[in-house]
Structure formats: C-alpha cells, structure tokens
C-alpha cells in the first residue's frame, strides 16, 4: 500500500488512499534522519499514529561511497 521506490531522502513522507468496506482513509508513512545503520519511521492511519519504530538499512555501507575518494586523497597527502 505505501511504497517509496527507495527514495533516497534523509527526511521524507508519503501517502496513499485506500477504501476499506467502502469508507476512504489516509495512510502516510513518515520518515526522518537516523543512523547510517537504522531510521526511525512512523505509520499513521486517518492521523492517528498506529505505529513508530526503527527501521534497520542492511545495506548501510553503500552511503559510505562519498568518503572513499576523500579518504584516498588524506592518505595520498599524508605519504607525501
């Protein structure tokens, strides 16, 4: 019911409509800054918050990436 594709948005929301029995509610999944190795994310229901917890990324070394070529460059000045 709610999906992101992966959106890669450190803080971040989405929602969706769905009918139940043919009353229409609001389901929003919400997001914010975490660790490199967990998020906190919350699910609401018609506004109601229905359930919060941390959300474990078991991929977290890829957002390591960026540092690599940084590292790289300190190493490189620092044998010089």
């Known amino acids: 019911m709610l ?3 992966g959106v890669y948005k ?3 929301e989405t ?3 769905f009918e ?3 009353e229409r509610h609001e389901a929003k999944l919400r997001w ?3 660790t ?3 998020f906190p994310c919350q699910v609401f229901i018609d506004g109601a ?3 919060s917890e941390r959300v474990r990324v078991d991929n977290w070394w890829i957002g390591l990436w960026p540092w690599i070529p940084f590292a790289l460059i300190v190493a490189w000045a620092a044998n010089r």
């Open 3 to 5: 999906q992101t594709g």
């Open 10 to 12: 450190a803080v971040g």
């Open 15 to 17: 929602m969706e409509a």
């Open 20 to 22: 139940v029995r043919g």
């Open 32 to 34: 914010s800054l975490g």
């Open 36 to 38: 490199p190795r967990s």
């Open 49 to 51: 918050p229905v359930r």
